[in-house]
């Protein structure tokens, strides 16, 4: 929390600034109230009629400013929660591919959503109010010393009760913080599961699953979040029984001295109001203070700052000029083996191709290939250099992966083909002419601006698999990894986008496939058949 706050100091130094401004404005008019009760008291009719001018003027001039705090504080908050997602995204890209999957997508977007608008209503708002409180609380004591010395000694006591008090509470409301985000962060993954399964769910008639899952994920957010507040309740109304006794104390002592005459008697009106403003400042800061403790657990889960990372576009793995090479590698998932003893040499510009029964780590080599799958045994060799020497990043910068399971970015098609990046002409049209994409542009009226819809729901999954081929191409990476990438293709357009990347002299290709026909197999550099945990076979 202290991070974003230094972080972003100018814009929270104007916002608080302005709070403190209008803080001094509110006790000037409590005391300016007071001296017009006074002129009441001592019939001096002019004396009223000029500090009530004086007391509306401050006001309108108060409005103002808290309007314009009010703005700087919006920025602010604008400022730091952007820093929060920055920060998340990139300790989410610091993470292996394998931590990375530990986890289900919609507990990543809790971060991204319940997250921030937990830290902002438990961190960002409360720091701003306590600022307000603290300084109205302060304001009013000076008001109240230049009343009498007693009554800021016994704003003093106030102090030290209300500030001491909210300690027992911290371990607390920490923990039920903790459960809270747990509770809203699995309760989104479950939603997201619901969600992606309503068409399942409605083919078979299941509409009271879709519906009862989703009450019970809303009752999974709600449930944790109402003990939160709940128990913030009875905390904030033992706090409130504390502050009531020491305000009716203060207010006691006030009346003492008015009648003795030791202060003016309009201070029962004015001097109650400053009471108010110290006593429920002080008890203010110290439920606000439970909810920083509560906001450690959304914090925690950053790792990496944004701020400290540093893009090294000229560190990537080189070109490959010889040949990958798999030496004995041994590969488990847990205690179930896949792949044994597995040797393999991949030539530069050569067409290979694995095969054989599911389960047998087709899938898993490419993995391992990318950097993705770290803990294996064995060596994978890179033009002779260990695999283990380059990060996962530099890997993929030679490389690119085509699976079956195709995800298209919610955009264009263009978009989802170039990733933002820029192209000429000729370069696109080869890439879609490869990825046999180029006919079905033609179809369609908005043709590399068409709206590929969530998820790519807008095109068949041949064409959502030819435009990831597409971005493949584009990319110009020296190798490709294919796993099952044409399986939703047509006969026909499978067969050109294989001739195109069989026809690519300075590719090297590592395709995947269940089934090769003989004449597919003698188009290939080497097909090797992999059988389940067990060293390959070479076939023809």
């Given amino acids: 929390m202290k991070y974003y706050l230094k972080k972003y100091w100018g814009a929270n130094l104007a916002a608080v ?12 008019n409590n005391l300016l109230l007071m001296r017009c009760f006074q002129g009441i008291i001592d019939r001096d009719l002019r004396g009223f009629f000029f500090r009530m001018a004086l007391l509306a003027g ?5 409005l103002w400013i808290n309007g314009l705090q009010e703005y700087c504080q919006g920025r602010a908050v604008r400022l730091m929660n952007n820093a929060v997602r920055r920060d998340m995204t990139a300790t989410l890209l610091a993470k292996s591919h394998g931590a ?47 009343l009498h010395w007693s009554l800021l000694a016994a704003a003093l006591v106030n102090v030290i009760v209300m500030l001491l008090v909210p300690q027992l509470f911290n371990k607390r409301m920490e923990k039920l913080g903790k459960d809270c985000e747990a509770g809203q962060a699995r309760a989104t993954g479950r939603l997201k599961d619901i969600l992606s399964g309503y068409d399942v769910l409605r083919s078979f008639g299941r509409e009271q699953r879709f519906r009862q899952g989703a009450w019970e994920a809303s009752e999974q957010i709600e449930k944790p979040k109402f003990k939160l ?46 009471c108010g403003s110290l006593s429920n400042g002080i008890g203010t800061v110290a439920q606000l203070l439970l909810s920083f403790s509560s906001t450690k657990p959304y914090f925690d889960k950053i790792t990496v700052r944004a701020d400290d990372v540093r893009d090294e576009e000229s560190g990537g793995q080189p070109a490959i000029n010889s040949a990958i090479a798999v030496e004995d590698l041994t590969f488990r998932y847990g205690d179930k083996p896949v792949l044994h003893d597995l040797s393999l040499t991949f030539k530069k510009g050569g067409k290979y191709a694995l095969t054989g029964p599911s389960g047998c780590g087709k899938s898993t080599l490419l993995k391992l290939l990318l950097g993705w799958l770290p803990d294996y045994s064995g060596t994978i060799r890179f033009d002779g250099a260990d695999a283990h020497d380059f990060t996962p990043e530099q890997l993929q910068r030679q490389m690119s992966y085509i699976e079956q399971n195709v995800f298209l970015f919610n955009s264009t098609i263009r978009d989802n ?36 819809g969530e998820d790519g729901s807008n095109l068949s999954g041949g064409q959502k698999q030819r435009v990831a081929i597409a971005r493949a191409l584009i990319h110009d990476r020296s190798v490709l990894l294919v796993d099952e990438g044409t ?14 990347l069989l ?15 003989p004449e597919r197999k003698a188009r290939f550099t080497g097909v090797y058949s992999l059988e389940p945990a067990t060293a390959y076979r070479q076939t023809a």
């Avoid at 933002?420 to 046999?436: H, I, N, P, Y």
């Fill in 17 to 28: 600034v302005l709070a403190l401004v209008v803080c001094a404005l509110q006790t000037v």
């Fill in 503 to 517: 026809a690519n002299p300075a590719l090297t290709l590592i395709l995947v496939s269940h089934h090769l026909t």
């Fill in 229 to 274: 507040t709940y128990v913030k309740g009875f905390v904030s109304a033992g706090f409130g029984c504390v502050n009531i006794a020491v305000q009716m104390l203060i207010d006691v002592l006030i009346g003492v001295l008015s009648i003795r005459g030791v202060i003016l008697q309009s201070a029962l009106m004015g001097g109650g109001n400053l």
């Fill in 58 to 62: 401050s006001w309108f001039v108060l």
């Fill in 100 to 146: 990375f999957h530990e986890k289900d997508t919609g507990e990543y977007l809790s971060w991204f959503t319940n997250d921030v608008n937990q830290i902002e209503t438990l961190a960002w708002q409360p720091f701003y109010q306590c600022v307000a409180c603290g300084a109205s609380a302060i304001f009013s004591a000076v008001a109240l010393l230049t």
């Fill in 487 to 500: 399986s939703a293709l047509d006969q026909k357009n499978a067969g050109l986008v294989e001739d195109s």
């Fill in 417 to 452: 083909i170039t990733l933002g990046e820029t192209f000429t002409d000729q370069q696109m049209e080869k890439a879609l002419r490869d990825s046999a994409l180029w006919g079905d542009l033609a179809a369609m009226p908005l043709g590399l601006d068409t709206p590929v």
